[in-house]
Every structure is written in structure tokens, then in C-alpha cells.
């Protein structure tokens, strides 16, 4: 269930693919927000290996 307080000026969230945590928006992000799957740097270089996914990039 959601929360039942959505406080104004929440900063949105989505859940790191490679270390499974969830992460807030940053400013650096807000060009790319959509396409950002990673907490930082790191888990974008650590991302899970490959062949777990059979998807192509469209
Ligand atoms: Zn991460």
C-alpha cells in the first residue's frame, strides 16, 4: 500500500538494478532521469552480468 502522507517536493525514487536498493532523483539526473537504472557510477560499472536478460536494445 502507499503511504498514507505524500509530502509536497517528494523526490521521486526507483530501485538500483545492480545493488537492489532504492535511490533518490538528483539534479545531475534530471536531463536522463527516465533512463537512469543506477544508484551511481559504480553499480552502473557493476551491473549484473550479462546473459541474464535476453532482451535487445531497441
Ligand atoms: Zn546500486
Do not use: H
Not at 19 to 41: L, Q, S
Request: charged share 30%; net charge positive; with cysteine.
Amino acid at each position: 500500500m502507499l503511504p498514507a502522507k505524500l509530502r509536497k517536493g517528494q523526490l521521486p525514487t526507483k530501485i538500483c538494478v545492480t545493488c537492489g536498493r532504492p535511490f533518490e532523483y538528483r539534479k545531475k539526473w534530471r536531463a536522463n532521469w527516465d533512463d537512469v537504472k543506477y544508484c551511481g557510477e559504480k553499480c552502473q560499472r557493476n551491473r549484473p552480468a550479462a546473459g541474464t536478460t535476453s532482451s535487445t536494445p531497441a
